[in-house]
């Protein structure tokens, strides 16, 4: 999956810029540096049309309720879930799934 650069992101939404900063420092959208220190956005969090999933909405909005740090945040995401451990919290999220964000193993 690709990232999306926070500028792409704005035209593509047709907002300003300094919006997606805002949204990605408030916990609404989930953001990545890359190795220029750049914030990039993981395209896996939007649908067809640029939006942002409800799925992943639900997820974040449960994030920042329950005070998860970014760094904490992106483990969170990676972690794997079910008895066989295939899939991974972003992989559901993917799908449409509605999982809230909680530091419980």
Do not use: C, H
């Not at 890359?34 to 990039?40: L, R, T």
């Not at 449960?62 to 995401?77: C, G, M």
């Amino acid at each position: 999956m690709a990232n999306l650069t926070g500028s792409w992101l704005a035209f593509r939404l047709g907002v300003d810029p300094l919006r997606i900063d805002r949204m990605r420092r408030e916990g609404e959208l989930y953001a990545v540096r890359n190795d220029s220190g750049e914030w990039e956005y993981p395209s896996w969090q939007f649908d067809a049309a640029g939006e942002l999933k409800p799925a992943v909405a639900d997820f974040l909005a449960s994030a920042r309720r329950e005070k998860i740090a970014p760094a904490e945040l992106t483990e969170l995401l990676d972690r794997r879930v079910g008895l066989a451990g295939g899939k991974r919290v972003r992989d559901l999220l993917l799908n449409g799934s509605k999982q809230p964000a909680s530091r419980a193993k």
